[in-house]
């Protein structure tokens, strides 16, 4: 028997998207035109812009082609030591998310981490999907990260945080919420402040390219992470999980209480990697290319 990932279900080309960068709206530093046209220039389909505590619809260069998906990064800053903070992008319909045009979304300083339900509480009221951004560099904790209910996706890599401060997220926050059974799924984004922080890491969607589409693939899970590799199939079989991609390097099961050893050579293309007895719950598959950069997979659940 054959269990496939669901976005490699649907035999569709992938869109390549961006959930999260910022512009001279908030703290940027390209602006809202320059960032569109040079992420169409790095031939991306879709593109969030996401600046702090604004929420924007506006194509700032419709003419590129590029679509841009309605969103904004909440955030607040929580009391205690050094400078923990909960943020959260919001990605929503065109029509219906709850939100005006560049409106301001403020919440107030103050509580701990597992106190900021309110932020994705809201923002699901909202009808958008959310996202829970960079939690090492937020100092968010795994009891943190379980706490918190209700987000769809979580930052797996977030190119700012690892070229501005030198912070991996890299799927340990990931991995404690689904062995936990919870249902999110990984996401790579730039988070990209200056330009040329853009296009990095980047998500491949399974859908057509509209935001009802593009919301409902990432809803199910129906894509990759990706800094580079690209991820053909991913699927179990017989107790063997596979993959197909772009020449890689390294290979990786990934399962939080079961570790696997990784396969090594230069210019894998195809893999099977035998799956552990012990492993019960999910395995997600990790590549890496000549490069360094990497590919994730989001889970089957076994
Ligand atoms: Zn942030
Ligand atoms: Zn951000």
């Given at each position: 028997?054959?269990?496939?990932?669901?976005?490699?279900?649907?035999?569709?080309?992938?869109?390549?998207?961006g959930?999260?960068?910022?512009?001279?709206?908030?703290?940027?530093?390209?602006?809202p035109?320059?960032?569109v046209?040079h992420?169409?220039?790095m031939?991306?389909?879709?593109l969030?812009?996401?600046?702090?505590?604004?929420?924007?619809?506006?194509?700032?260069?419709?003419?590129?082609g590029?679509l841009?998906?309605?969103?904004?990064e909440?955030?607040?800053f929580l009391d205690?030591?050094?400078?923990?903070?909960?943020?959260?992008?919001?990605l929503g319909?065109?029509?219906g998310?709850?939100y005006?045009?560049?409106?301001?979304?403020l919440?107030?300083?103050g509580?701990l981490a597992?106190?900021?339900?309110d932020i994705?509480?809201?923002?699901r009221k909202?009808?958008?999907?959310?996202?829970?951004?960079?939690p090492?560099w937020?100092?968010?904790t795994?009891?943190?990260?379980?706490?918190l209910?209700?987000?769809?996706?979580?930052?797996?890599w977030?190119?700012?945080?690892e070229?501005?401060w030198?912070?991996?997220d890299r799927?340990?926050?990931?991995d404690?919420?689904?062995?936990a059974?919870?249902?999110?799924w990984?996401?790579?984004?730039?988070?990209?402040?200056?330009?040329?922080?853009?296009?990095?890491?980047?998500?491949?969607?399974?859908?057509?390219?509209n935001v009802?589409?593009?919301?409902?693939?990432?809803?199910?899970?129906?894509?990759y992470?990706?800094c580079?590799?690209e991820?053909?199939?991913?699927?179990?079989?017989?107790?063997?999980?596979c993959i197909?991609?772009?020449?890689?390097?390294?290979?990786?099961?990934?399962n939080?209480?079961?570790?696997?050893?990784v396969?090594?050579?230069?210019?894998?293309?195809?893999?099977?990697i035998?799956i552990?007895?012990?492993?019960?719950d999910?395995?997600r598959?990790?590549?890496?290319?000549?490069?360094?950069?990497?590919?994730?997979?989001?889970p089957?659940?076994?």
């Amino acid at each position: 028997m054959i269990l496939r990932q669901a976005a490699f279900q649907k035999k569709i080309p992938f869109l390549k998207g961006g959930l999260h960068c910022h512009t001279t709206l908030s703290d940027g530093k390209g602006s809202p035109e320059a960032t569109v046209r040079h992420h169409a220039h790095m031939g991306y389909d879709f593109l969030a812009i996401t600046d702090h505590r604004r929420y924007n619809f506006t194509n700032f260069a419709p003419d590129t082609g590029l679509l841009i998906l309605p969103g904004m990064e909440a955030d607040r800053f929580l009391d205690g030591s050094g400078m923990q903070v909960v943020h959260a992008v919001a990605l929503g319909p065109e029509t219906g998310n709850g939100y005006t045009d560049g409106q301001e979304v403020l919440y107030e300083r103050g509580g701990l981490a597992v106190d900021c339900q309110d932020i994705f509480d809201d923002i699901r009221k909202a009808n958008n999907l959310a996202v829970l951004a960079h939690p090492t560099w937020s100092g968010n904790t795994p009891s943190d990260v379980l706490a918190l209910q209700g987000y769809d996706m979580i930052e797996i890599w977030n190119t700012g945080s690892e070229l501005d401060w030198g912070i991996s997220d890299r799927g340990y926050h990931w991995d404690v919420l689904l062995s936990a059974g919870r249902r999110v799924w990984g996401v790579a984004s730039d988070d990209g402040h200056a330009l040329q922080e853009n296009g990095f890491g980047f998500v491949r969607v399974a859908a057509e390219k509209n935001v009802a589409s593009i919301l409902e693939a990432l809803k199910n899970g129906e894509f990759y992470a990706s800094c580079g590799p690209e991820i053909y199939d991913f699927y179990i079989e017989d107790g063997w999980a596979c993959i197909h991609c772009s020449p890689v390097d390294q290979v990786a099961v990934r399962n939080f209480t079961a570790p696997h050893r990784v396969v090594q050579k230069n210019g894998i293309t195809a893999a099977q990697i035998k799956i552990r007895d012990c492993c019960q719950d999910y395995i997600r598959m990790e590549v890496v290319d000549e490069k360094g950069r990497r590919a994730w997979t989001n889970p089957i659940f076994l």
